[in-house]
């Protein structure tokens, strides 16, 4: 199995440090800067906005990948790819058209991708997979960090990879929720080539991504 892409989610990050934090990431490893964004409607929480992806961008040039849980989604699909987005991952739910959606993000110059809840069927990429540069699964249903690993998330990143092997697709998939060294070994044995952790990354400070890091790649 190759080593999956590191994504840690600066959800778990000292936000008063937060360039520092994503320079830090930089140098530790990271493949990509994962961004969760949450409106306090369509998820529990708020976190934060495009001004402050902005003032980021400059910190890193690691791709920026924003998980947008914010209903409607469409409004705010041009100010994050302006603030610095490279990836802009949607939810079907957080919107009427998906298709239309990612398109848009296509129209943008971002790469599109389709977040899966541990609810939601993988029927609704059938009709879009060929707009979709990432699938995202959450193991995890969404709002809040430091929750534990949905089990039975292993099946559906199987049949996940199944689908997308099917259509030809070169989607990555992407996996996140309770993603530690424990259970990333699983992970990309299902299928998984990109992984989204957030504890598993920050715990120990500073001094220890680059080793929590290369325990994600390496489990």
């Avoid at 800067?33 to 402050?52: E, S």
């Avoid at 910190?59 to 409607?72: G, K, S, Y």
Wanted: hydrophobic fraction near 50%.
């Amino acid at each position: 199995m190759a080593a999956p892409l590191i994504c840690p989610s600066i959800l778990a990050s000292d936000f008063a440090m937060l360039g520092e934090e994503i320079r830090a990431l930089d140098n530790a490893g990271a493949d990509w800067i994962h961004v969760d964004v949450m409106d306090g409607h369509f998820v529990p929480n708020i976190t934060i906005g495009p001004d402050v992806v902005k003032a980021l961008r400059p910190h890193t040039a690691l791709p920026f990948d924003v998980h947008l849980m914010v209903a409607p989604v469409d409004p705010w699909l041009e100010a994050y790819r302006e603030a610095g987005a490279d990836i802009l991952t949607v939810h079907p739910e957080s919107g009427p058209h998906l298709h239309r959606t990612l398109g848009r993000i296509r129209q943008l110059g971002a790469k599109a991708g389709v977040v899966l809840n541990p609810g939601t069927p993988l029927t609704v990429l059938e009709e879009v997979i060929d707009l979709v540069d990432l699938v995202l699964l959450m193991s995890v249903n969404p709002g809040f960090g430091g929750q534990s690993f949905i089990g039975t998330t292993l099946r559906k990143i199987e049949r996940t990879r199944a689908l997308l092997d099917a259509a030809g697709s070169k989607a990555h998939l992407q996996v996140d929720g309770g993603v530690t060294a424990a259970n990333a070994g699983a992970c990309v044995a299902a299928g998984a080539d990109a992984l989204v952790a957030g504890t598993a990354v920050f715990r120990g400070g500073p001094s220890a991504y680059a080793a929590n890091i290369q325990a994600l790649k390496t489990a």
